[in-house]
T-cell receptor
Framework: DAKTTQPPSMDCAEGRAANLPCNHS???????VYWYRQIHSQGPQYIIH???NNETNEMASLIITEDRKSSTLILPHATLRDTAVYYC????????????FGKGTRLSVIA | EAGVAQSPRYKIIEKRQSVAFWCNPI?????LYWYQQILGQGPKLLIQ????????DSQLPKDRFSAERLKGVDSTLKIQPAKLEDSAVYLC??????????????FGSGTRLTVV
């Protein structure tokens, strides 16, 4: 079962920042927070991941709270192409564990 | 690099018929996964291969589903006989090695199966 809780849907105006929350209150010390997204009719695509520190790449930023029980994915300037389902995944590098997906958040970017 | 290839893209069959899906992973990727995604839900792992051996098939309904990965490259997933509840998108993913860091997964676009 997924170890995360996300809102089922969110809207965001085009050009504004999209902030997608995720709760993972049972996360263990060696588990990472990963974000994937799935655009309509495509497979999931990796966005970003982090352990403790905030992370940023060309796609997004990831803010993890100090107690690591929640995180926020930030798309700084959302475009219509960012409309997708976003999955927050807690994953531990155990050598065998595959990615386990929850239902995710459906983000709709509105013009 | 080329992505994960899947075929067919769409398939419509009647219940109790059989169907097969094909996946060609990224060249050199040792680990291959099949996920089932029912409408409105996240992908659910069915089976995981490491080269041509099965690592985890605990979620695979073995009475009707089977999968193989001959020669550790391409893979096929078969359903026989199909039920209405098998209607879903079947996603194939690959990663370089077993236990690759979570960003190392590459997914195909999936096969959308409709059972009528």
């Amino acid at each position: 079962d997924a170890k995360t809780t996300q809102p089922p849907s969110m809207d965001c105006a085009e050009g504004r920042a999209a902030n997608l929350p995720c709760n993972h209150s049972t996360i263990s010390g060696n588990e990472y927070v990963y974000w994937y997204r799935q655009i309509h009719s495509q497979g999931p695509q990796y966005i970003i991941h982090g352990l403790k520190n905030n992370e940023t790449n060309e796609m997004a930023s990831l803010i993890i709270t100090e107690d690591r029980k929640s995180s926020t994915l930030i798309l700084p300037h959302a475009t219509l192409r960012d409309t997708a389902v976003y999955y927050c995944i807690v994953w531990g590098f155990s050598g065998n564990t595959p990615l386990v997906f929850g239902k995710g958040t459906r983000l709709s970017v509105i013009a | 690099e080329a992505g994960v290839a899947q075929s067919p893209r769409y398939k419509i069959i009647e219940k109790r018929q059989s169907v097969a899906f094909w996946c060609n992973p990224i060249s050199g990727h040792a680990t291959l996964y099949w996920y089932q995604q029912i409408l409105g839900q996240g992908p659910k792992l069915l089976i995981q291969f490491q080269n041509n051996g099965v690592v985890d098939d605990s979620q695979l309904p073995k009475d009707r589903f089977s999968a193989e990965r001959l020669k550790g490259v391409d893979s096929t997933l078969k359903i026989q006989p199909a039920k209405l509840e098998d209607s879903a998108v079947y996603l194939c993913a690959s990663s370089l090695v077993r236990g690759s860091l979570g960003y190392g997964y590459t997914f195909g676009s999936g096969t959308r199966l409709t059972v009528v």
